[in-house]
């Protein structure tokens, strides 16, 4: 159904509420691209550690190999 205005300080009103509202949404958008970003970099910092660590038990691995070939 369509609003039946009487007055152009109606339609203003209107017009205003619906920018307002298009605001607010904007910012919502903004706050949950935000929390996303942030939750993914805890995340990421979390796997870049287990990668690190992944990567150095690896070395170690290696090495013991390595040393157990040579000391023989």
């Keep these: 159904m369509r609003k ?3 007055s152009f300080e109606e ?3 209107d017009l205003r ?4 509202k298009s605001e607010i949404s904007k910012e919502q958008i903004k706050l949950i691209n935000n929390e996303f970003v ?3 970099k805890s995340y990421k910092w979390i796997i870049d ?3 690190q660590m992944k ?3 690896l070395l170690l691995l290696i090495e013991r ?3 157990k070939k040579w000391n023989k």
């Design 4 to 6: 039946k205005y009487n």
């Design 11 to 13: 339609i203003e009103e």
């Design 17 to 20: 509420r619906w920018k307002l």
């Design 38 to 40: 942030h939750e993914f």
């Design 49 to 51: 550690v287990f990668a």
């Design 55 to 57: 990567k150095y038990g």
């Design 65 to 67: 190999y390595i040393f």
